[in-house]
Each structure stands twice: as structure tokens, then as C-alpha cells.
């Protein structure tokens, strides 16, 4: 018999200023929760429309030691590396950089797209990695929207994207390097959904738009907060209110291994964040070529 997991706590997203200066709202790190194992961080960037030649970016900048997840909602974003990969994300796509021993890595608006300014809106989640993996080689994943899987129940009152892990009887095309889940759901106002989650995943939501009901007690919360579940149950309730309701469910098994972070460095000792450090400064991951 399924058990809907009951609301353990919330967390407002703080709005902030990232890169070369643009706006998203952070649930965590922030003094309320630094992180929430095995994720590091999740930025919502935007909602927000850009005049012609205003739009923002993060210039050249190093990780080491963890992953980035880029979910594209609106707008275009052009990345580059140097490791030699480039590309585009559009709406609706998605890029799972593993940065492993590192790699500097560049997220800046499209050149057309700036020119002709619009809407920005996308999410980035940081995915720290297990100790044996923090210097394994950078991969990237880049899987267009098409690619995606998509499932709705046989009402299609809901629908869900499948970034990683499996709903609806559809599995993620991304592998992941731990047990991950990852799914956009819509629903439709007043349908609901119980979605099984594995008993030894630590799960949230996190709305982008919409009041949603959550949990086995259907509390009511609003959008741009996180939603952070017990670990006593094997599903989560989402059900949507008298709008449309756009949410995340993210959730993952634990490391339970020591975090030391140093801005883009994330590693298990202080003597692996001083030699990031050096080794960055030294040159050993490289620059971008332009």
C-alpha cells in the first residue's frame, strides 16, 4: 500500500544576483538550508525580459568537483568550455555537465537572442559528486526538449517531464552518477498526482508557477518555494489548485560525506579545495580559446 510522504519543512527562494549580474531566486544555499544532500544548490533564473542588447550571463568561470543540471525555459543560452565543447540550449532543453577534475565553463545569452532581447528563464541545479568521482574526466550530456521523455496520465489532466528517473512509466534519457530524480510536472487546476519516490531518496518540489496542495496533509503553498518532504513514505502528493500548477520534483540518495565549498569548488577536505585553487590558478583546466 503506497504511503504519501508528509511535509517535513519550507523554504522561501531568496532573490539574488548572479554572474554578470542576472537575477534568480535561490532556495538554497542560503542561511535557512546550505544544502540539501546530494544537491548543492538550485538557482530559478528569471522569470525575466531582457530589452535588446541587456541581456545577462556568467562569464568564463572553473567548477571542480560536482555537477551542473541547465534547464532551459525561455530564452536561448550559448555555453562554451575548455574542454572545446560549445553549443545552444533552447527552450525546453536540458545539459548535465559533469565537471569532475575540472573544467572552466562559460553560460552567457545567445548572441542573437541578446541582440533582439526576450524572456530568460531556466533552472540550474548543482549535483555534488561521490568522493571516488570528484576527479573523473568532464562529460557533458546534452539532450534536446524532443529528446526528452514525456508521460501524462491517461486523463492528460497531468504531464511530466522526465529528466531523470522514471514517472509515469517513462525513464529518464540522462544517466546519472547517483540515484536521481528530476521531473517537471503540469498539471491541469484540481488534478493531483501520487507519484512513487524510492524510500531512501531525500525529495523536494519547487514550484515555478501556481498554488499547489502538497503532501499527505494537502497544505497549500505558493510558488518559488521549496517544499521538503519526511522520509516517511514511499510517494509524494502534488495536486494543483483553481490555476495551473508548474512544478519540480527533485530527489536524490544521500552521500553522507564531508562538503567543503569554496564558490565553484566542492570537495570532501580543505587541502582538496587549496589544490583547486592552485591548480585553477595554475592554469591546469584550462582556459577557453576564442
Not at 533582439?116 to 528563464?121: C, E, S
Not at 539532450?143 to 496520465?153: F, G, V, W
Not at 591548480?279 to 582556459?287: C, K, T, W
Request: glycine share 12%; aromatic share 8%.
Amino acid at each position: 500500500m503506497t504511503t504519501s510522504r508528509t511535509i517535513r519543512n519550507t523554504i522561501a527562494a531568496v532573490r539574488t544576483v548572479e554572474g554578470g549580474g542576472f537575477v534568480v531566486h535561490r532556495p538554497f544555499p542560503t542561511r535557512m538550508l546550505m544544502d540539501f544532500d546530494p544537491f548543492l544548490l538550485l538557482d530559478e533564473m528569471g522569470p525575466v525580459d531582457y530589452a535588446p542588447g541587456q541581456a545577462k550571463g556568467a562569464p568564463d568561470h572553473p567548477h571542480r568537483g560536482f555537477e551542473t543540471v541547465t534547464y532551459a525555459l525561455a530564452g536561448r543560452f550559448a555555453h562554451e568550455d575548455s574542454a572545446g565543447h560549445s553549443g545552444v540550449l533552447r527552450p525546453g532543453d536540458v545539459q548535465w555537465m559533469t565537471a569532475g577534475a575540472g573544467v572552466v565553463h562559460s553560460e552567457m545569452p545567445d548572441p542573437e537572442f541578446a541582440r533582439a532581447g526576450g524572456r530568460v528563464h531556466g533552472l540550474q541545479l548543482w549535483v555534488n559528486l561521490p568522493r571516488r568521482d570528484k576527479m573523473i574526466a568532464p562529460r557533458y550530456q546534452e539532450i534536446p526538449s524532443e529528446r526528452i521523455p514525456i508521460a501524462s496520465t491517461e486523463d492528460g489532466k497531468v504531464r511530466v517531464k522526465v529528466i531523470a528517473g522514471e514517472a509515469l512509466g517513462v525513464k529518464a534519457a540522462i544517466e546519472t552518477r547517483t540515484p536521481i530524480l528530476y521531473q517537471h510536472f503540469s498539471l491541469e487546476p484540481g488534478a493531483s498526482i501520487v507519484q512513487p519516490v524510492p524510500r531512501d531518496y531525500r525529495v523536494f518540489a519547487y514550484a515555478l508557477s501556481g498554488a499547489g496542495r502538497y503532501g499527505d496533509e494537502q497544505r497549500e503553498i505558493g510558488a518559488q518555494r521549496m517544499v521538503i518532504f519526511g522520509d516517511d513514505g514511499d510517494a509524494v502528493t502534488l495536486t494543483a489548485g483553481t490555476e495551473p500548477l508548474e512544478v519540480l520534483l527533485i530527489g536524490g540518495v544521500p552521500l553522507n560525506e564531508p562538503i567543503v565549498r569554496h564558490g565553484p569548488f566542492v570537495m570532501n577536505t580543505e587541502d582538496e579545495i587549496r589544490q583547486a585553487i592552485v591548480d585553477y590558478q595554475a592554469g591546469r583546466m584550462g582556459e577557453i580559446a576564442r
